[in-house]
């Protein structure tokens, strides 16, 4: 994508400053967040940008916060703005899983306060779908008030669900402070997730008995409906993704990737064995979300008018093209010479056994 020529905004309104509310966007500095800062501080409907990061970033028009999220000084950069879309999150799989919640969280709670005493009215949090939790018994789609039924097993999901219960708490705490909360499906677009390894292992691992629905969320889609939000249109708890979902079988057959099919005690043993011994990050509690439903219906915000651009089958595919030539197992990625020695369905066989034979040498040496 080519860097927007402009490095001030085009006129508007016959030159007249837009209206329209003051924006801050935390994480703006990539991501997700670049994304939505470079719309924003191009729509006529926004009057201003601020930026947050760590780091500047390449926002022309858009007036830059160089800190980090959990410095209490963010509440003076947050004087005189409208609206917060909080993005600055870690959601790096290889990040130390202590500091990336004590970056989360303690981020999450200071800009929730920051923007309290700074008088903004309106804060949007991002984070995702699997707060629902995937379990056999959830209703195909899940209504958006459904109860949030995750655990805190699966990879960010603890983080995520702190950091609802935050925003649900901070308008109790902070009367006149509003907290509208997206939680988009998979999310494909440049990212890198357990659920999006899944998509570059050999063989598409499938648990028997299990039932995978697949619904996914283009980073396009989520920023206009981020956008959306911001520009106050749509409130409240909203879910994003394409319309419908994908059956497993359809899944495999439009990827052209077979699935290799293990028992239930067998892939989970292995998954919790790999990620204990610290051979895989993914923990056990990620493959629940490749074994039962947890598609959304997304209602809230079709009723505010709102689309998605994309398609499951459309998404799928950049998926795919993503993550060509990678290659990862239970959330591990493999060199090309692993990849290939292994072969296609030896990688996953290899795994199980290497779990099996380290508890093994562990057993003869006391451990």
Request: charged share 25%.
């Amino acid at each position: 994508m080519s860097s927007p020529e402009p490095t001030v905004r085009p006129e508007r309104s016959g030159g007249r400053a837009p209206a329209g509310p003051v924006v801050a966007v935390t994480g703006a500095a990539s991501g997700v967040g670049l994304l939505l800062a470079l719309r924003l501080a191009e729509s006529d409907q926004v009057k201003k940008v601020v930026a947050i990061d760590e780091r500047r970033g390449d926002v022309p028009g858009a007036q830059w916060a160089v800190l980090d999220v959990r410095d209490p000084a963010i509440a003076e950069r947050l004087r005189g703005v409208d609206v917060v879309v909080h993005l600055a999150l870690d959601l790096d799989l290889e990040s130390d899983p202590k500091a990336r919640s004590a970056f989360n969280v303690r981020g999450t709670q200071t800009v929730l306060t920051a923007a309290a005493a700074a008088g903004v009215r309106r804060v949007v949090l991002c984070t995702s779908a699997m707060v629902y939790g995937a379990h056999a018994d959830n209703d195909v789609p899940l209504a958006e008030d459904a109860p949030l039924r995750a655990t805190a097993e699966a990879s960010f999901v603890g983080d995520l669900l702190e950091i609802e219960r935050l925003g649900k708490r901070a308008p109790r705490a902070h009367p006149g402070l509003n907290v509208t909360i997206l939680r988009p499906a998979v999310l494909v677009g440049g990212t890198d997730t357990a659920l999006t390894r899944y998509f570059e292992s050999p063989r598409l691992l499938v648990v028997g008995g299990s039932r995978p629905c697949w619904q996914f969320c283009h980073v396009e889609d989520l920023v206009t409906a981020l956008e959306d939000a911001a520009l106050e249109k749509v409130d409240g708890e909203m879910a994003v993704g394409c319309d419908g979902w994908l059956e497993q079988e359809e899944v495999e057959e439009l990827s052209g990737i077979r699935r290799m099919e293990l028992p239930p005690a067998v892939a989970l043993g292995a998954a919790s064995r790999l990620h204990r011994l610290g051979l895989t990050p993914s923990p056990a509690g990620d493959l629940a979300y490749t074994m039962h439903p947890w598609v959304v219906s997304g209602s809230r915000l079709h009723e505010s008018g709102w689309r998605p651009r994309w398609t499951n089958e459309e998404v799928l595919a950049v998926l795919l093209e993503e993550v060509s030539g990678r290659n990862s197992v239970v959330g591990r990625r493999l060199g090309r010479k692993d990849a290939a020695t292994l072969g296609a369905a030896g990688a996953t066989v290899a795994l199980v056994g290497t779990a099996a034979m380290v508890r093994r040498a562990r057993r003869r040496r006391g451990v």
